[in-house]
């Protein structure tokens, strides 16, 4: 079975801070990697994904993500934080056989002003 | 861009009632997933269906079941309910060419009392 498991549970940051949040999965195969956020009381919106090609990969609202195969990683970051990023983020991994998401537990990020 | 609709967004019911939970995937999308997020922990797959028919099962109950219909639509019914069924439940859907990628939909809360 793989798992995904993400460094950090909580993090505070102030404004303008740079963000790194880590994620490690342990699956031998070929995986897609994903991004979601979850802002309070809202679903989950896929930020960025990785499914092959170059491994640094953007997505929205100023996020970028690196995939290094080596060390089954995938990290989120972002070098300038508002308050509005403050949410949930979750990483997840997809085997290309079946498809479904397995998440990490989250990391909350919470951004003062 | 139409999303992923689910009804109903809240949902109270008592212990061994029952509940149907639907979701509407996004226009031409076929598949669809079903997850389960109990409070302060990470989406759990649940069950998926591709072109109406079940394509995987994850930890799912013996008392939950859940099909697709032929507009796609899919349905999640919950029987003798309990406590701990008490969670936000997830739909995302996705199409046969981006079967790669999930797009949820905001999720309906149930609490059981």
């Known amino acids: 079975a793989q798992s995904v498991s993400q460094h950090n549970h909580h993090v505070i940051l102030s404004e303008a801070a740079s963000l790194e949040l880590g994620c490690n999965y342990s699956?031998?195969?070929?995986?897609?990697l994903f991004w979601y956020v979850q802002y309070p009381g809202q679903h989950l919106q896929l930020l960025l994904k990785?499914?092959?090609?170059?491994?640094l990969v953007k997505g929205i609202k100023g996020f970028e993500a690196e995939f290094i195969k080596s060390k089954f990683s995938f990290n989120l970051r972002k070098p300038s934080v508002q308050w509005s990023d403050t949410a949930e983020y979750f990483c997840a991994v997809s085997r290309i056989v079946d498809y479904k998401l397995s998440f990490g537990a989250g990391t909350t990020v919470t951004v003062r002003a | 861009a139409a999303g992923v609709i689910q009804s109903p967004r809240h949902l109270i019911k008592e212990k061994r009632e029952t509940a149907t939970l639907k979701c509407y995937p996004i226009?031409?999308?076929?598949?669809v997933y079903w997850y389960q997020q109990g409070p302060g922990q990470d989406p759990q797959f649940l069950i998926s269906f591709y072109e109406k028919m079940q394509s995987d099962k994850g930890s799912i109950p013996d008392r939950f079941s859940a099909q697709q219909f032929s507009d796609y639509h899919s349905e999640l019914n919950m029987s003798s309910l309990e406590l701990g069924d008490s969670a936000l439940y997830f739909c995302?859907?996705?199409?046969?060419?981006?079967?790669?990628?999930?797009?949820f939909g905001p999720g309906t809360r149930l609490t059981v009392l």
């Open positions: 990785y499914f092959s090609g170059d491994p």
């Open positions: 995302a859907s996705s199409s046969t060419r981006g079967r790669d990628t999930q797009y």
């Open positions: 226009p031409r999308h076929d598949t």
């Open positions: 699956y031998g195969g070929t995986v897609n």
